[in-house]
Structure formats: structure tokens, C-alpha cells
């Protein structure tokens, strides 16, 4: 699967953004997707799961309520919006995505099999 990211940008704190990740190469509905995001001199952390269906959404508590994950299984592309930003949000963003055979969690980088670029998401104070 090839993953790719867009969407980030530079934005003031409380506003808004929406990434996208389009998928090519392998049936997308075979695939948990997953965003994760590393600022600088960090590691990567988990920030939202969806699964195939989108019947569930997992997140990372620093951004429940705040952003959202979706997909378009019919697009080959999943979806993070991201509302009332704040500079702790600042960081590279990436979208992976995870065979839905593997049983694994959805939490953790070393679940996934494949990676986007990442996209970069500054927020100014």
C-alpha cells in the first residue's frame, strides 16, 4: 500500500485542519488505518484509529474531542480533522495503515505495515 498525506499547514491556536491520506497498490478495506504524529526530538505517538467500517474510532486521549477520524473506503482515503488546535499540537503527521489479520492493536507504530510521508502541522501560539 502507498500512502500519501496532505493537508497540514501552519495555523493559530483554536482553529482548524483537515488531513487526508490516499492509499494505492492494495484493497483499502483490507486495511485498519491509523495517524500518528512526532514532534521534534519526541516519538511517535498515537493519535487516531479507524477501522475498516469506521464503526470504531480510537484516539489518544490528548485529542479526544477535538479531532475526528474518518475514511471513504470508496476514495482509498482516510480523513483526520482537527478542531481547536493547540501548539502542543505541532508536529509531523502520518498516516499508516495495518492488515485487518493482523489482530493487532491499533495503538502502537510497530502494528502497522505501512507509512505515508508525513505532513507537517505547526501551530503558532
Known amino acids: 500500500v502507498q500512502l500519501q498525506a496532505s493537508g497540514g499547514g501552519l495555523v493559530q491556536a483554536g482553529g482548524s485542519l483537515r488531513l487526508s491520506c490516499a492509499a494505492s497498490?492494495?484493497?483499502?478495506?483490507?486495511?485498519?488505518m491509523g495517524w500518528f504524529r512526532q514532534a521534534p526530538g519526541k516519538e511517535r505517538e498515537f493519535v487516531a484509529g479507524?477501522?475498516?467500517?469506521?464503526?470504531?474510532?480510537y484516539y489518544a486521549d490528548s485529542v479526544k474531542g477535538r479531532f475526528t477520524g474518518s475514511r471513504d473506503n470508496a476514495k482509498n482515503t482516510v480523513y483526520l480533522q482537527m478542531n481547536s488546535l493547540k501548539p502542543e499540537d505541532t508536529a509531523v503527521y502520518y498516516c499508516?495503515?495495518?492488515?485487518?489479520?493482523?489482530?493487532?492493536?491499533?495503538?502502537?507504530?510497530?502494528?502497522?505495515?505501512?507509512w505515508g510521508q508525513g505532513t507537517q502541522v505547526t501551530v503558532s501560539s
Open positions: 499508516a495503515a495495518k492488515s485487518i489479520y493482523s489482530g493487532t492493536s491499533y495503538y502502537y507504530p510497530q502494528s502497522y505495515d505501512y
Open positions: 497498490g492494495r484493497t483499502f478495506s483490507n486495511y485498519g
Open positions: 479507524i477501522t475498516v467500517s469506521s464503526s470504531t474510532l
